[in-house]
DNA sequence: GAAAAAAGTTGAACTTGTTCAACACTCTTA
DNA sequence: TAAGAGTGTTGAACAAGTTCAACTTTTTTC
């Protein structure tokens, strides 16, 4: 069964009885995602929540000077979407791109919220899923503001080994705020 | 009354019925924090979460180096916390300390993990808090990593004017991920 | 109200990271 | 299979931000 990853992911997360994982699980529909194809533009709104079942994604943004700002990569297992854009109905600010050929599942913005009034645990899910994403994105401001640049780019290979090896040394770099000539430097002072 | 503003702060995320939001009010406490008092100190657990009724906080952590990091400040109306203490029951490596003395409404984890259990609406109050609160740090890191020291320091001014009248040009520096020599030479640069 | 401590300022030398331009390399894709 | 686009590397000049030390001003404390 297709779902059984979302499924596993789910209750790493909460407890779910068998039915109210089935029906929530129901509401998810797959879609195939070409390379370098976009789920997500700047401008656009959010009108969903997807969950990666193979593939790669980048999700980043592009500022008035025209840099990429990439906020984070989602590979196997991880969630997607504009959060900010998705609550807000306000215009994204990110774009979501596959990197790979890659498969989702998606679930309706409509139908989440609607699960969150009518099943409890959903409504739990997301408290849960949301507070790890704060605690994590804590961290990852506590990095960048004290580590340099070259701590910031190991921590990132070894925190993330399975995406390091995915994505280009341009998009490291624009995940780490630097440019990706002085990424370059870095990786040869190593030797 | 004294949680009036705890009140409105809570109505202003979720709905809740007039006994539920009586009955949840009911589990905090109130304490006064005198000037440079610390609510929580790096390496303790974090036991509680709380809300300020008057004064102002700083939340930060100490690297290897012995630099100071600040997370963000805490003025009337934010609440409190280390949420991956609190969550993890690891040991904190943040500190929380009074920038003057203040007031604040405190719950206890064990009241609060158990109200998630008898009360849906604080599940999803704690929901959208959390989400309201990603969104945040999103758009921070986003900034954190696309502007200069000098945008985000004005970029800080105008988004928290109230903060910024209180707190230190050296606490601000520790926010902007800068020193505080910097900083006075960017304030001299904008004359 | 004096002494001590903390906060802010300035300058000079230094380090970290950027910019721009040139070149080599590897994929696509027609 | 040639052309083109994207990726990685390198160097030189430059800009952004740090470090350390000295000094002034403000705030705290006894």
Redesign the interface.
Known sequence: MTKDLLKKNILKNVPFSKSALEEFCSYFYEKSIHKKAFVLVQGEVCKFEGFVLSGCFRIF?I?K?G?E?T?YFATKDWWLMD??SF??QSPS?LNIQALEDSQVLLIDRKDKLAL?ETQ?AV??L??VM??????A??????S???LTAKERYHKFLTTYPDISSKVSDRQIASYL?ITHEFLSKLKKQKK
């Open positions: 943004s500022d000077k840099n700002n906020l959060i900010d609550m807000n600010v969150y409890p409504e739990k997301f408290r949301s507070q790890k994403a704060l605690i994105w804590q961290r990852r401001l506590i960048s503001n004290s705020g």
